[in-house]
C-alpha cells in the first residue's frame, strides 16, 4: 500500500513538473575575437543588447571589427549584430514611453476636468449675470417711462401755467384800462 501512494505521489509531482512552462532567455553573449577568424583567441564576451560602433566588416570572413563605449575593438560574427536594439531594449523603451504617455493621458484628463468645471462655473456665471441684465433692463424702461411722463407732465403744468398767467394778464389789463380815465386828445 506505501508502495502505491508513493507512485501516486511521484505521478503527481512528475506531472505538474510537466505542466509547468518555461521560455528560452534572451540573454545571450557574443564573443570578441582578436582578429577576423575562430582562430583568433576571444578577448571578450558581450551581452545581448550591447552597443557597439561598426569599424570595418570582412565579408570573406563573417566578421566585423567594432568598438565598445570604452573604446575596446575586436571582431564579432557579423550575422550576430544587427543594426537595430534588441527587443528587449525596444521593450523597454515601450514600457518607459507607455508610463509617460499614460502619465500625460492623467494629466490631460486632470486639465480637461478642471476646465470642464471653468466652464460650469462660468455658465452658472453668465446665466446669473444674463437674469441680472434682463431685471435691470426692466427697471430702466420702468426708469425711461416715468422720465417721459414726468417730463409730459411738467410741460402740461408748464402750458397751464402759461396760459393762467396770460389769462390773469388780460384780465388785469382789462381792468386797468377800465381804471383809467380816458385820455385827452389834442386837436393840434
Known amino acids: ?49 550591447t552597443k557597439l560602433k561598426l569599424i570595418d566588416q570582412n565579408k570573406e570572413t563573417g566578421y566585423s571589427k567594432v568598438a565598445t563605449d570604452t573604446g575596446k575593438t575586436g571582431w564579432v560574427l557579423t550575422k550576430e549584430i544587427q543594426a537595430e ?33 471653468r466652464i460650469d462655473e462660468l455658465q452658472a456665471n453668465n446665466t446669473k449675470l444674463n437674469s441680472e441684465v434682463i431685471k435691470l433692463e426692466r427697471e430702466l424702461n420702468s426708469v425711461t417711462t416715468q422720465n417721459m411722463q414726468l417730463k409730459s407732465r411738467s410741460n402740461k403744468d408748464l402750458f397751464i401755467l402759461g396760459a393762467g398767467l396770460m389769462f390773469i394778464g388780460v384780465v388785469v389789463g382789462a381792468i386797468v384800462r377800465r381804471a383809467k380815465p380816458p385820455r385827452r386828445r389834442d386837436a393840434w
Do not use: C, H
Open 85 to 117: 536594439p534588441v527587443a528587449r531594449m525596444l521593450l523597454s523603451n515601450a514600457r518607459g514611453d507607455k508610463k509617460k504617455m499614460e502619465e500625460q493621458r492623467e494629466e490631460t484628463l486632470s486639465k480637461l476636468r478642471n476646465a470642464l468645471n
Open 1 to 49: 500500500m506505501k508502495n502505491w501512494i508513493l507512485v501516486l505521489a511521484l505521478t503527481l509531482s512528475s506531472s505538474a513538473w510537466a505542466a509547468q512552462e518555461v521560455y528560452v532567455s534572451d540573454e545571450l553573449s557574443i564573443f570578441v575575437r582578436s582578429g577576423p577568424t575562430r582562430e583568433y583567441r576571444i578577448i571578450n564576451a558581450l551581452k545581448s543588447g
